[in-house]
């Protein structure tokens, strides 16, 4: 017996955030369908501990130049926030302008651009590509800063169009060159200061600064452009507001946003949600709001063909599970090894393989990815001693007749409580022989971590190993 | 020809990014390369010589030492008609043979898929690094990928014994149907019963393994040194992948690409000497490629996206030398700034395919192309 309103806002939380614990879903479901699709999409404060009192009273997280101490403060960020759709656009678009540690050694300078992306993720379109042609991270990813009047470097221009916006297909080699020429000029303020620090400090070459944005006009090549088939002295800001009326673009931008708030196929019904979800980009100015409004509200992501229609990424599968045992509410040390399991799973936050991102949906399955998955959240969620799984045994007690519970009722229970979760009948019936090991479960004066608690430890970390697990 | 009679196994190094082929096997002795490479080049008196007309990189030494003895063939002007200067498009042709449409299929995965048609070793083929390369992805082919050797397996935080086998049980019978009815479910049940059945077996390989060589600790090197353990653990594993990068030095090239180079040609030098040390120099042959070259031209400080590339295959088997043609740097002959392939690289395919791996190639590779004579036959 499902109860649908749980099941579907289940399955919104999945989509806008990483899942939520029951009393999270309790709270989201008091505001109805469309005050939780309005909450989740206008975030307010995320409610985690400041960066200030982090750099003073953890300091592996405050080093913000290192991948591993910046990876983990982004995780703990993800784990802490009450706002988790700030953070789901956010690695939406980390995974779409994939920007990575390996060649910038600046880890700030890729945090500055996350923090964008929950600045302006929700926002037009056209004001987010503006903001990340002026990212420095992107800049010196993509190498913008050697994009210069005198000689063009096209690998932002190249990207931009073809990862970032249109796709291949929808432009020609001349059009690249085009749109590299209207970005020069474009890039970073203090190379000179850099470039000398460089110099004296082999450790971190580009020195204890900042970066930031700078236009130089002299180096800007303001000479006249035809880019996809009109004709100006264009600068960048021009290519964008072409490239962003595109059909392409909107078509793009829908898909992709489809594929990771939606499902990782596109079937008929899905095909139409993208067209009003096309539709809605034009019609509120190149919004991702309204787009995102739109495909939540459509029948199809109520429907039983969007749930479990993705394969969850490992950063989703890490988070959820440890949003769920309410680990690392606090920033703590060992979180960075958390987020190296990230990274065998097939996902580093922060260290994308290329620019293209990450292979998404069935390419996250391969049999090292998925022990690596299977043992992350199995060893999560049967930690007797976290305050999630402590929660949960708590009510699987409230909800027991006189505090026994039948292995059924456990199996069934545990997968409602880390869900709800559906499986096949399959599952269904190893879960619950496996329930049966002991037979009838006595949660009946229950102390922490006797065997009572244990036996729940052990079917929550099954119910974990599950294949339907894997699936958001 | 040799006394042991164990399978050969290939050894692929992907150098991810498009490796600089100008500044890999540096044509010296031309003037246009430093025209044309004012900035980004390699100086004539820091080149390590391989005849008066090119030179290996200065951190090749390793390759080097290997080519004196003959273990190395360079394939030269590798790629293919058409260059595709996206890293992905490119890669995802090398990965599937397809130059002309999007194949869906690796190569690797095919040839492993011919290897083992029942599938009854799951461990013919494995990835050691994040990720399976899309050379080895194919529908129903399962290849292990190994983050760690050490700790593969599942459930290993659970000490209860019995506790562990019957939760292994369980987990065993939860991903054994795979009853058609979702791609997703039994691609998750056929991977879930594979990582069962391969993770006990790779667990041991370690422990059978002892060498005196000692690996750098740098990624890609420890990956190698997985490799040589697997492959010398004897457990059929014919194809043994493995990738490193980024390449794509747009900028800062110099400093970035010799570091790199120093780690893959030591990770090589350490595998060959391994190689010998365990007397299985004829059994195994490495494979390093990339998806592109670079730029004729060079941009300031690095170079972009270009076309025709470099291959190097190495071995006790391999016929040491030259293969094919140097592309010419001439203006009349690059392709739009880019060195002109002028090697196919389905014909290096096919020759590992027929006399490694003893596979039939065209139907793996989409076609017939000659083989360059680089295995010893």
């Known amino acids: 017996m499902r109860n649908n309103d749980t099941a579907l806002m289940a399955h919104l939380l999945r989509r806008a955030g990483f899942g939520a614990s029951r009393n999270e879903l309790e709270e989201y479901i008091a505001m109805g369908y469309d005050g939780a699709v309005e909450a989740l999409l206008n975030p307010s404060d995320p ?131 085009e749109c590299s020429r209207a970005f020069t000029g474009w890039t970073l303020g203090n190379a000179e200061y850099m470039a000398v620090r460089a110099a004296k400090d082999s450790i971190w070459p580009y020195g204890r600064i900042a970066w930031h944005f700078d236009y130089r006009d002299e180096d800007h090549d303001a000479g006249e452009k035809t880019f996809l088939g009109e004709t100006g002295k264009f600068n960048g800001e021009d290519i964008i507001a072409i490239i962003a009326k595109q059909e392409s673009t909107a078509r793009f931008v829908a898909t992709r946003l489809f594929q990771f708030f939606a499902a990782d196929e596109i079937t008929e019904d899905g095909e139409k949600a993208i067209q009003e979800m096309i539709a809605s980009y034009f019609s509120s100015g190149y919004q991702i709001r309204a787009m995102l409004r739109t495909l939540f509200h459509t029948d199809y992501f109520k429907s039983d063909e969007a749930r479990f229609a993705r394969v969850k990424g490992p950063v989703e599968m890490v988070v959820g599970a440890i949003r769920m045992s309410g680990n690392y509410q606090n920033p703590a040390l060992g979180i960075e090894k958390v987020s190296d399991t990230m990274l065998y799973m097939g996902q580093g936050l922060l260290q994308p393989p290329t620019v293209e991102g990450w292979h998404e949906g069935s390419e996250w399955i391969d049999s090292g990815a998925l022990v690596e998955r299977v043992n992350f959240a199995a060893r999560e969620l049967s930690d007797v001693t976290s305050p999630g799984v402590r929660s949960i045994i708590d009510r699987l007690q409230a909800g027991a007749d006189h505090g026994v519970l039948e292995p059924s009722d456990l199996a069934d229970r545990c997968l409602d409580l880390l869900g709800p979760i559906e499986v096949s009948d399959e599952t269904h019936s190893v879960l619950v022989q496996y329930a049966n090991r002991h037979g009838s479960l006595d949660l009946n004066d229950h102390k922490p971590g006797d065997e009572a608690e244990q036996r729940v430890g052990n079917m929550l970390r099954l119910v974990a190993a599950t294949r339907e697990y894997q699936l958001a | 020809m040799t006394s042991n009679k164990r399978d050969k196994s290939l050894i692929v190094i992907q150098l991810s990014g498009g490796n600089d082929y100008l500044n890999t096997v540096v044509p010296y002795a031309d003037g246009k390369y430093y025209d044309s490479r004012s900035k980004v080049n390699i100086p004539q008196n820091r080149v390590i010589p391989i005849d008066d007309q090119f030179g290996f990189n200065p951190s090749m030494g390793p390759v080097k030492s290997l080519w004196d003895e003959g273990k190395v063939a360079i394939v030269n002007g590798i790629g293919y008609e058409n260059p595709n200067r996206s890293h992905f498009r490119s890669m995802d042709i090398w990965h599937t043979a397809e130059p002309n449409a999007i194949g869906k299929e690796g190569w690797l995965a095919r040839a492993i898929r011919d290897i083992d048609p029942l599938g009854e070793n799951v461990l013919t083929g494995i990835n050691f690094g994040r990720g399976l390369p899309r050379a080895l992805a194919c529908p129903g082919v399962s290849v292990a990928s190994v983050g760690d050797l050490e700790t593969y397996g599942l459930f290993p935080d659970v000490q209860d014994e019995e506790l562990r086998m019957f939760t292994l049980e369980a987990f065993s019978r939860m991903y054994g149907n795979v009853a058609g009815r979702d791609p997703i479910m039994d691609l998750m049940g056929r991977t879930g019963q594979d990582a069962l059945q391969g993770a006990d077996i790779l667990r041991t390989a370690p422990g059978m393994y002892s060498s005196s060589v000692e690996y750098a600790p740098n990624s890609l090197a420890q990956n190698v040194k997985s ?41 090589i030098g350490c595998l060959m000497d391994d190689l010998k040390e365990h007397g299985t120099e004829e059994d195994a042959t490495i494979l390093v490629f990339s998806e592109f070259g670079r730029r004729i031209k060079d941009n300031g400080s690095g170079s972009d996206h270009g076309s025709g590339g470099v291959a190097f295959m190495i071995g006790g088997a391999v016929n040491g030398g030259m293969y094919g043609e140097y592309p010419s740097l001439s203006e009349a002959e690059q392709i739009e700034g880019d060195l002109r392939a002028n090697n196919d690289f389905r014909s290096v395919y096919t020759e590992i395919l027929e006399d490694w791996l003893e596979l039939d190639a065209p139907s793996i590779v989409n076609g017939q192309f000659e083989k360059l004579g680089i295995l010893q036959s």
């Open chain 1, 47 to 177: 409610g985690n501990m400041p960066d200030d009192l982090i750099r003073r009273y953890h300091v592996e997280q405050s080093e913000l130049r290192d991948l591993a101490g910046s990876a983990a403060y982004w995780m703990y960020r993800m784990i802490s926030t009450s706002c988790p759709m700030e953070e789901k656009i956010a690695l939406f678009w980390h995974g779409l302008f994939a920007t990575g540690y390996a060649k910038l050694n600046q880890a700030r300078s890729l945090l500055n651009q996350v923090d964008m992306f929950r600045r302006s993720g929700l926002g037009s379109f056209e004001d987010l590509l503006v903001e990340l042609s002026k990212d420095p991270a992107m800049i010196v990813w993509l190498d913008n800063n050697e994009n210069h009047g005198s000689a063009i470097n096209e690998n932002y221009g190249r990207e931009l169009l073809e990862l970032f916006s249109m796709g291949i297909g929808n432009y020609t080699e001349d059009d690249i060159k």
């Open chain 2, 227 to 267: 490799i040589s353990q697997v492959f010398h653990a004897n457990l059929g594993a014919r194809v043994l992948y493995t990738q490193h990068g980024p390449f794509d030095t747009h900028s800062g090239e110099l400093a970035t690409h010799a570091k790199l180079w120093d780690e893959v040609a030591g990770a």
